[in-house]
């Protein structure tokens, strides 16, 4: 069989094209690296909505982070009258924080965004998801400022509001229905928490609360070292003293309540916090210590009148009906409950767990 030299020509280009566009599907080196889509401009920042960050994909009620928004989740977490809660970063390309120490927030660089949403699921009457306020904490060159966005009815964006206010949710949780008058904070009430030696900080993300893994989208992996690998973070040491998830029974329960006053307390109870002028000193680094505790301290103040009862120790051993902090932390009295921001209602579980632990505790005071 014969064939003419345009037919095989043919086939030869043919064959040459094919096999050039099926090799262009395949990544080179000299491929671009893949850039984030969010938008930062340090002189425009606070936006006016959520959206105009360009944080989520649409719609983006999902929450669903585009590229370079890394969630994290903190070992111990801030309770917050039960809501929900997302977390993520964002850096700018070619900056990374730098660790300090196990207890101490990274040093993010400026550009650094830290964006926490806040949400209930099973919310009545439809058992649907409702997000009430997204905070991002915005690293500028001068500082931390805060920017507060509350979620719009429609789902739709969430819009910048540091005045505050109340949103009314009811929701089932175990078969339970509850109801909360949840409180979004104004621009003081985020300065009361997030502040040392009146210098605005994060509170979560500190070595010491990141030491734990996490289900990304491409895999399991240490939180501290995907930061690394993505490039947000430079080095860290391979020992870090950690905190433990105080919902898991299976720890110990001096660490379980030791990491919960860490999260929940320490960043008022400390020397440039704002309750920095009474005794107890709530860090994890501190509290192996019985005083910084609390343990057979005589409180500052006495709440007797308030509370039917007359607790004489902060904490005493093996009595927590005689323990202040027990009575702190079951009220929502505004004037003597702790923490003092950032919750309407008793946190049953917290109060459980350290009226057991404080029951557990010998020794008498003196």
């Keep these: 069989m014969k064939f003419s030299y345009g037919l095989i020509c043919f086939v030869f280009l043919t064959a ?17 690296d893949e850039i984030s889509p969010v938008i930062f401009n340090a002189d425009e920042v606070p936006y006016a909505r959520l959206s105009d960050y360009h944080f989520f994909k649409t719609p983006i009620a999902g929450l669903e982070p585009v590229y370079g928004v890394v969630p994290y989740e903190p070992v111990s977490t801030l309770f917050s009258d039960y809501a929900k809660k997302k977390r993520f970063v964002w850096m700018p390309e070619g900056v990374s924080a730098n660790y300090l ?7 993010f660089p400026a550009g650094t965004m830290l964006i926490k949403n806040f949400y209930y699921e099973n919310v009545l009457p439809g058992n649907t998801t409702k997000l009430l306020e997204t ?13 507060n966005y509350i979620w719009n009815e429609q789902q739709t964006d969430a819009f910048y509001d540091m005045e505050g206010g109340f949103i009314p949710v009811t929701w089932n ?7 909360v008058n949840y409180q979004v904070p104004n621009g003081a009430e985020c300065f009361t928490c997030h502040n040392e030696g009146e210098i605005p900080l994060p509170i979560g993300p500190k070595p010491q609360n990141l030491n734990k893994n996490y289900p990304y989208a491409t895999g399991t992996q240490n939180q501290l070292e995907k930061l690394k690998d993505f490039g947000y973070l430079n080095s860290y040491p391979g020992n870090i003293l950690t905190l433990v998830d105080y919902h898991d029974t299976s720890q110990p329960l001096d660490l379980r309540v030791r990491s919960y006053l860490d999260i929940n307390c320490a960043h008022c109870h400390s020397d440039n916090g704002f309750c920095n002028y009474r005794a107890p000193r709530f860090a994890f680094n501190q509290t192996s210590d019985p005083e910084h505790l609390g343990i057979c301290i005589v409180p500052d103040e006495d709440i007797s009148n308030q509370v039917d009862a007359h607790p004489a120790h902060i904490i005493k051993p093996g009595h927590h009906d005689e323990s202040e902090i027990f009575y702190r932390l079951n009220t929502t009295q505004a004037n003597i409950r702790m923490p003092s921001r950032g919750r309407s209602v008793v946190h049953e579980e917290g109060v459980q767990m350290i009226s057991e632990w404080i029951d557990s505790l010998e020794g008498n005071c003196e």
């Design 135 to 147: 905070r991002v904490m915005i690293k500028k060159a001068d500082g931390w400022v805060f920017a």
């Design 101 to 107: 120490s196990d207890n101490e927030v990274l040093d």
């Design 16 to 32: 040459f094209i094919s096999c050039s566009s099926d090799n262009d599907n395949f990544p080179t080196d000299d491929e671009p």
């Design 173 to 179: 949780q175990d078969g339970e229905t509850r109801e």
